[in-house]
């Protein structure tokens, strides 16, 4: 089992910054991925932002330039630095965990506001 414990959403006014931390604990796998997902109201679940364990990340365009994921391995704890926020960046944030099994946070209200 793998436990994810999500920190640092609130409200912001557009153009204003926030992080967000998700660590994790348990059974973790040393080759895995970590990640962010949003699921705004009435819409599906998408990708935001990934790592894989060598470092190398992935971004969903619509955040390119403006949110940045970064990991600190020896403390299994993943971040989302997201800068510039928009109306639309409105939703919830999962954090996501992919090894041998795959795991969800239980979620993050991030609001901006115009």
């Known amino acids: 089992q793998v436990q994810l414990v999500e920190s640092g959403g609130g409200l912001v006014q557009a153009g204003g910054s926030l992080r967000l931390s998700c660590a994790a604990s348990?059974?973790?796998?040393?080759?895995?991925?970590m990640g962010w997902y949003r699921q705004a109201p009435g819409k599906q679940r998408d990708l935001v932002a990934i790592?894989?364990?060598?470092?190398?990340?992935s971004y969903a365009d619509s955040v390119k330039g403006r949110f940045t994921i970064s990991r600190d391995t020896p403390k299994n704890t993943v971040y989302l630095q997201m800068n510039n926020l928009k109306p639309e960046d409105t939703a919830v944030y999962y954090c996501?965990?992919?090894?041998?099994?795959?795991?969800w946070g239980q979620g993050t209200q991030v609001t901006v506001s115009s």
């Open positions: 790592i894989i364990g060598s470092g190398r990340t």
């Open positions: 348990g059974s973790i796998f040393s080759i895995n991925v």
């Open positions: 996501h965990y992919s090894g041998v099994r795959t795991y």
